[in-house]
């Protein structure tokens, strides 16, 4: 085995420790959780799993506006949108172009509520990842350090304009790699996000205006990596 492809493997290999754990095949999970209608489903916002006073560098004002307007706001979106489907379905005389305009809505507010949750849950934490967690990540990317600098450059190339970065575990390509998403509906096929950041305006237009590197540095400061470690 040459030099290169030892290398290749063991990046590899750790990068697939880091998710491993945690997957579960699809009939397992369906006996595990209880799987809710397709059709009559109804959301319920998240409360936030922080004190929204605690975080470093990221306003109680802010977060909780980004809470009640942004989040939630997609929460009451997406119900109306699954309710009018469901109306929309029943009516034969609904139009296939109508039908599939709806749902492209679904599909956008369904990404928002998701990410937001995915964002909000792994905020309220120290910022300081275990050693262990280093390692592993650093695997996939040849550092820990080498991973935020990527991580950080794609954030700071959506600032001032909308989208989110995800580190994100991908099952078919077995690969543990940083995405850039230009909206809520732009998510890497099956790819199981790890730590997610939300880099719309409204995330921190409040505290920091255009200054979308402060915010960064706020976000950074404030990773819960124990949650990121139980995505993993």
Do not use: C
């Not at 306003?59 to 929309?88: C, D, F, M």
């Not at 790890?194 to 976000?219: N, P, R, S, T, W």
Request: overall charge neutral.
């Amino acid at each position: 085995m040459s030099e290169s492809t030892r290398r290749d493997f063991i990046q590899g290999t750790a990068a697939l420790s880091v998710l491993s754990a945690a997957a579960l095949p699809l009939a397992a999970a369906a006996e595990s959780t209880k799987m809710n209608s397709a059709f009559d489903y109804q959301h319920s916002p998240v409360a936030l799993p922080f004190d929204a006073k605690a975080l470093k560098g990221i306003s109680e004002k802010l977060i909780q506006s980004h809470w009640e307007n942004n989040y939630s706001g997609a929460v009451k979106a997406l119900n109306l949108v699954r309710g009018r489907l469901t109306q929309a379905l029943g009516d034969q005389n609904t139009p296939p172009y109508v039908y599939n305009g709806l749902k492209r809505e679904q599909l956008f507010r369904t990404g928002s509520v998701v990410l937001h949750e995915l964002y909000f849950a792994n905020l309220g934490g120290d910022g300081k990842a275990s050693a262990d967690l280093r390692t592993r990540i650093g695997g996939a990317f040849g550092s820990f350090d080498a991973w935020e600098s990527e991580f950080r450059k794609i954030a700071q190339g959506l600032g001032g304009g909308s989208g989110w970065v995800i580190l994100g575990y991908n099952e078919q390509l077995k690969v543990l790699e940083n995405y850039w998403m230009a909206d809520h509906a732009t998510a890497p096929a099956w790819t199981r996000p790890l730590l997610v950041l939300d880099m719309y305006e409204h995330a921190y237009q409040m505290d920091y205006g255009a200054a979308a590197a402060k915010y960064i540095d706020a976000f950074f400061a404030n990773i819960n990596w124990e949650s990121v470690a139980k995505r993993a």
